[in-house]
């Protein structure tokens, strides 16, 4: 089968998510389908909710019976990260109507580290592939998704720690943005940031805060290395 050569990019971009999403949508499906739901809700959800981390705490608060406002303060806050990727992919956006649209909402970490750390191929549409790598990483959540639940229906096996695979996949693209920055220093920042505040601060909402104070370092390197500039350009002058 030959693929455009925009096909082809957007597939061999994505491969990545391709080996993380489907056994960590699998993952999601098989504890999903022990609530006792029909497997084809999984896929709704992967469908129209299509948030990997929301998702599984999804599972978490309908086996405890919470209630839907529950349900969506706590989903807003875990996904509440996403304005912060969303705003830094403003001046990226070359989509523009629906597009744009879903673009926006098909934004996840992985996606996110794709469309930032991979360099758009020569002769092809930014917008188109930034579209493409959206649409294809939904397409492998939702087979995982679907898949998982299915199976989890007709089988029955142990899912003890079968929940590890999102921390697994947040590691691999970890390690591909290090391959892409070659700068240590963003890395271990985070790494202080995010301890200090889960030891320091607050366990439950260690995410947010741990966001928000890494974008206000960076901010910050922004800020100085912007005036380091405009310093040196004087002096040129």
């Known amino acids: 089968m030959n693929l455009s050569p925009l096909n082809a990019a957007v597939l061999h971009s994505s491969l990545p998510v391709l080996f993380g999403y489907l056994p960590l949508g699998a993952a999601f499906g098989v504890l999903f389908s022990e609530l006792g739901y029909h497997w084809l809700y999984a896929t709704a959800m992967g469908l129209f909710i299509y948030a990997g981390a929301g998702q599984f705490l999804a599972v978490g608060l309908l086996a405890n019976q919470a209630g839907l406002m529950e349900m969506a303060i706590a989903t807003l806050l875990i996904n509440s990260r996403h304005v912060f990727y969303g705003l830094s992919l403003m001046s990226r956006m070359h989509n523009r109507g629906w597009r744009k649209w879903y673009q926006i909402f098909g934004l996840t970490d992985e996606t996110y580290s794709l469309i930032t750390a991979t360099p758009v191929p020569p002769g092809i549409d930014a917008g188109r592939f930034h579209l493409g790598i959206t649409a294809i990483n939904q397409c492998y959540w939702l087979i995982g998704c679907s898949a998982g639940a299915w199976?989890?229906?007709?089988?029955?096996?142990?899912?003890?720690?079968?929940?590890?695979?999102?921390?697994?996949?947040?590691?691999?693209?970890?390690?591909?943005?290090?391959?892409?920055?070659?700068?240590?220093?963003?890395?271990?920042?985070?790494?202080?940031?995010?301890?200090?505040?889960?030891?320091?601060?607050?366990?439950?909402?260690?995410?947010?805060?741990?966001?928000?104070?890494?974008?206000?370092?960076?901010?910050?390197?922004?800020?100085?290395?912007?005036?380091?500039?405009?310093?040196?350009?004087?002096?040129?002058?």
């Open 151 to 237: 199976l989890g229906s007709q089988l029955e096996f142990s899912t003890d720690g079968i929940a590890f695979v999102l921390p697994a996949l947040f590691m691999v693209l970890t390690i591909e943005q290090y391959k892409h920055l070659r700068d240590i220093r963003p890395f271990i920042a985070a790494l202080v940031i995010g301890l200090g505040t889960l030891v320091l601060i607050s366990r439950e909402h260690m995410l947010l805060i741990a966001i928000l104070l890494s974008l206000s370092v960076l901010m910050m390197q922004y800020a100085a290395r912007r005036h380091s500039g405009i310093q040196h350009g004087g002096r040129h002058d």
